[in-house]
């Protein structure tokens, strides 16, 4: 029998390697689960935005700690070029575009709530000309644009394969094509996960970080999450020489110079499947942002499925009955996968939660609607 | 590499496109790619990332390794596309323009 690991984590999608990576960096043995490719791999689908305007706008503490992701988000790129040599393309400048004089007012509305929350972020509103300034070739019904400097973009691929090479320099373990079913707990082995199988692995801690695996492994050790999914499609054009330097809320270029255009927010059950109006809506969106895009093919388009809590905050959550046994899931992978990796992972490594909002638990008001 | 037809140009053909500036003969039924290729010429673009030289690949349709400026639309399959008499046919320098919001970046 192998001795059981400090910590093992279900999940090797964003939030499962960057809490790993955490841990392992922080001189924690590690174990990483990952399903393998027959998993939902909304980390894979991802549009790849670090994302804080009008986040948590309803829930302080979630716009905080969001925030708190943004601003550590530079040092988490330069740590993982620095340890894997993999540039995750971080840039900020994020924009949200205003198609209407009523747009710029809810934006306007927008900033004056996240200023009144002490949102640590500094939102700019934007009119036409200023930001023609910053992205010429906007079309005509392009009324202006909120930017910020903590928004900002990053390629998800790239964010995942350096946190899990840099899990693996730091001496971390990834098991893939491991489905784990079954979770147990015995005060000598410490928790106990199997796969159908009956394959075994062993830790003194667990995390699941299982996507929308989560509903059934969270059970088992007493916490009831309640995911959905919702599925959201993206449309892919070949390459266009550069000319959005900006992240955008619907729209972005990748440094290659491919255009992105998303997403949409669809009630699919588990389909990750695309369709004609949605792509059609998502190429109008980006026509009448850019019209020179009319121009540029369409090469790929997909869906992907976010993982949503009823609410749709994240829930980070110990089980009462089983310490040492946690739960962490969001539909943010990418922006939150800072705070993740840099102060999450070494905290559960250590057996708590750190600095995770205590009003994200699970036995919050907003996960058992009456 | 040289590509050789086998059934040689008919004498009565007279259809040409331009590539480059430089007319170019071509049989009725060729791709863009195929007409291209029979005239001597494998290098179509260059990449817009590292600059490197590529022609045709797969000649289905899939690669995209192939890509031209036709009668000024960038970023075109050569060989999706047939062959039309009069064509103005360049090779694809670098990412398209022409769908770049003011052009885009030199």
Not at chain 1, 277 to 304: E, H, Q, Y
Not at chain 1, 310 to 331: K, M, N, Q
Request: proline share 5%; aromatic share 6%; glycine share 12%.
């Amino acid at each position: 029998m192998t001795s059981p690991a400090d910590l093992v984590v279900i999940g090797g999608g964003l939030i499962g390697s960057a809490l790993a990576w955490g841990a392992a960096r922080a001189g924690a043995d590690c174990l990483l689960l990952d399903e393998g490719d027959i998993a939902h791999r909304a980390s894979r689908g991802n549009f790849g935005l670090v994302w804080l305007q009008g986040k948590g706008i309803d829930h302080p503490d979630y716009m905080h700690w969001s925030i708190r992701a943004g601003r550590r988000w530079p040092e988490l790129a330069r740590i993982l070029g620095e340890e894997t040599g993999i540039d995750v393309g971080w840039r900020g400048g994020g924009l949200h575009f205003c198609c209407s004089e009523a747009e710029r007012e809810q934006r306007r509305a927008l900033i004056a709530r996240t200023r009144a929350a002490g949102g640590d972020i500094r939102i700019e509103l934007l009119d036409r000309d200023a930001l023609r300034q910053l992205v010429p070739g906007i079309g005509p019904e392009v009324a202006g644009a909120s930017l910020s400097n903590l928004d900002g973009e990053v390629s998800p691929l790239f964010t995942l394969r350096a946190l899990q090479q840099g899990f693996r320099a730091h001496g971390g373990r990834l098991l893939v094509n491991f489905t784990a079913s079954r979770i147990g707990h015995d005060p000598r082995r410490g928790f106990v996960v199997q796969d159908a199988a009956r394959r075994e692995v062993l830790g003194r801690r667990l995390v699941i970080a299982a996507g929308l695996g989560a509903n059934d492994l969270a059970r088992q050790i007493g916490l009831e999450p309640r995911l959905m999914p919702e599925r959201g499609q993206i449309v892919v054009t070949d390459r266009v020489a550069p000319f959005l330097h900006h992240p955008a809320s619907a729209i972005r270029q990748t440094r290659e110079g491919t255009v992105l255009l998303g997403s949409t927010h669809e009630d699919a059950g588990f389909s990750t499947g695309t369709d004609v109006d949605a792509i059609s809506r998502l190429c109008r969106i980006g026509t009448r942002l850019f019209p020179a895009l009319r121009n540029a093919r369409l090469v790929r388009a997909w869906g992907a499925l976010r993982i949503m809590s009823p609410d749709g905050l994240p829930i980070y959550d110990e089980a009462s009955d089983f310490p040492g046994g946690f739960l962490v899931t969001c539909h943010s992978g990418v922006t939150l996968a800072s705070l993740h990796a840099l102060e999450l992972g070494p905290a559960l490594a250590q057996g708590h939660l750190g600095p995770a909002p205590q009003s994200l638990r699970s036995n919050r008001v907003g996960l058992h609607p009456a | 590499m040289a590509f050789i037809r086998l059934d040689p140009l008919p004498c009565e053909s007279s259809a040409e496109l331009f590539f480059e500036d430089r007319p170019m003969r071509f049989a009725q039924g060729d791709t863009v790619a195929g007409a291209l290729l029979a005239a001597g010429i494998d290098t179509f673009r260059q990449t817009p990332v590292t600059g490197a030289e590529r022609g045709p690949w797969c000649l289905m349709g899939v690669c995209f390794e192939c890509l031209v400026s036709i009668d000024g639309v960038e970023n075109q399959r050569a060989c999706m596309t047939p062959a039309r008499p009069g064509m103005q046919v360049r090779r694809q320098t670098g990412s398209r323009h022409d769908a770049a919001a003011a052009g885009g970046d030199a």
